[in-house]
């Protein structure tokens, strides 16, 4: 079979049920029809449509990725169509380049945080964040220091999904079924402070608390042997956690005092998510390494990219030194091309300007969330939230069969019904999450928070 606009919905999902394998996803659970599977056709504006017609806003900008919506197509492929002409493809590979990828790397200098100036591209986050790896072990390893060969991640956060990168994962339902990880990795606290002791509400004594207990890990593995620190500005998983007050700061300082690398993950908080081109900047980071993808293409094409600091470059750049590292399709003209007109658009329609103009009232709408029994906590900022769901035992969890009608059931359902993909969590602790589109309007933002008030109200109604 031949798809097209025109192969009718049931035809394409069961197709898929044959045919495709579907990430994160229990394939063998699809139906034979692929009944459960929702096929998107169409995109315009923030919004999306499935293959019978029906629109969604698309509350999740794809996965995070969209941060332009799906009505920019026609200046994305005049600058794909520009590209092709002139140069399909050439590596950036043994002493080779080409002007699109050049171009991108500068530009990139431009806005990055202070200090970086170089680009490692590749073709997704997880590459990125794998590449961030090497750059830190070969860093320490022509810096004298071979022995650096620990991490330090953050608990339930996720840094990608190949084996490098699932190393600094400490979720067993995603690391256990493939082994040991590839990379030592010694997990400390998040910043999440819902259920925490009321004296954690200071953020200057959270943060003490926090620097201290990674302070003690470092020690305790053994300050030599930690080559780097990886976390996110905003925490993805866990539910768009924030960092209290001085917290990155209080990393660079313990990076410059115990000699390991702090790499701030960006995949999802660069390019306006988080009304800033860099989540970080909104905290006073200063990372050694930045690690990105999804919306440095706007969801237009695949790209990841590790940004890098000179004093890193000062190093693994000695004369002699090789970086043995490298992927196919780093820095495609054609991804580099796009990466290229996004910026462009970004900065011509004022992107950035939209998201912190509208921040605050999204913000007062999904705090407002709070009221309802079935919401803990709401955590976020910009066009980024997540509401925490506490369910009808005395502990707050839920009970099997209440975390199976709501958390699982209703809550998506009725999302879905009214018009709006947003993101269930079902896991240990029930989320749902919004990151609409970055040209989102206040009309469009008030519905997003109207439908998760009336989805969120009547499953309060049933705890």
Not at 427 to 433: E, I, N
Request: with cysteine; hydrophobic share 40%; proline share 6%.
């Amino acid at each position: 079979m031949t798809t097209s606009t025109r192969t009718p919905a049931g035809e394409l999902s069961a197709t898929a049920a044959r045919h495709l394998l579907l990430n994160m996803t229990p394939n063998g659970s699809l139906g034979p029809e692929g009944e459960n599977v929702l096929v998107v056709r169409r995109g315009e504006g923030p919004y999306v449509a499935d293959a019978d017609g029906r629109r969604y806003i698309d509350g999740m900008s794809g996965l995070y990725c969209c941060q332009l919506g799906y009505s920019y197509g026609p200046e994305f492929a005049e600058a794909a169509q520009k590209q092709l002409r002139e140069l399909c493809y050439s590596p950036l590979w043994t002493a080779s380049a080409h002007p699109t990828a050049i171009e991108l790397a500068e530009r990139l200098s431009w806005i990055a945080p202070v200090d970086i100036e170089h680009t490692f591209f590749s073709s997704g986050g997880a590459e990125a964040v794998e590449t961030a790896w090497k750059i830190a072990r070969r860093y320490h390893a022509l810096n004298g220091e071979p022995a650096r060969t620990k991490a330090i991640a953050r608990r339930g956060a996720y840094h990608g999904l190949t084996i490098g990168a699932l190393s600094l994962t400490d979720d067993p339902g995603l690391t256990d079924p493939y082994g040991p990880p590839a990379i030592d990795t010694r997990f400390v606290s998040n910043t999440n402070r819902f259920g925490l002791a009321p004296e954690f509400r200071d953020d200057e004594v959270y943060t003490a608390h926090l620097l201290a207990e990674l302070e003690a890990a470092i020690l305790a593995e053994g300050p030599g042997t930690v080559a780097m620190l990886i976390a996110e500005p905003v925490q993805n998983r866990g539910g768009c956690i924030t960092p209290p007050k001085g917290y990155w700061p209080g990393l660079r300082a313990l990076a410059d005092r115990y000699g390991f690398l702090l790499v701030a993950d960006e995949v999802i908080t660069a390019f306006g998510r988080v009304g800033e081109w860099f989540g970080g900047d909104l905290y006073g980071a200063r990372p050694d390494m930045v690690t990105v993808a999804k919306g440095i293409t706007a969801g237009y094409a695949p790209m990841g990219a590790t940004l890098v600091s000179t004093k890193v470059t000062g190093i693994i750049n000695r004369p002699g030194a090789v970086l043995n590292h490298g992927y196919t399709f780093a820095g495609h003209p054609l991804s580099a091309a796009i990466a290229l007109r996004n910026l462009e658009i970004m900065e011509r329609d004022r992107i950035l300007e939209n998201v912190r103009a509208l921040q605050d009232d999204l913000a007062r709408r999904m705090a407002a969330l709070t009221d309802l029994p079935i919401v803990g906590d709401v955590r976020g900022t910009g066009f980024f939230y997540s509401c925490e769901l506490v369910g009808d035992l005395d502990d707050g969890g839920f009970s099997d069969r209440a975390r199976a009608d709501l958390v699982v059931d209703l809550i998506p359902r009725r999302l879905r019904e009214a018009g709006l993909l947003a993101r269930v969590y079902n896991r240990s602790a029930p989320l749902v999450q919004i990151a609409p589109p970055l040209i989102s309007d206040r009309h469009l933002l008030d519905r997003i928070a109207d439908i998760l008030a009336e989805t969120l109200a009547e499953a309060s109604a049933r705890i």
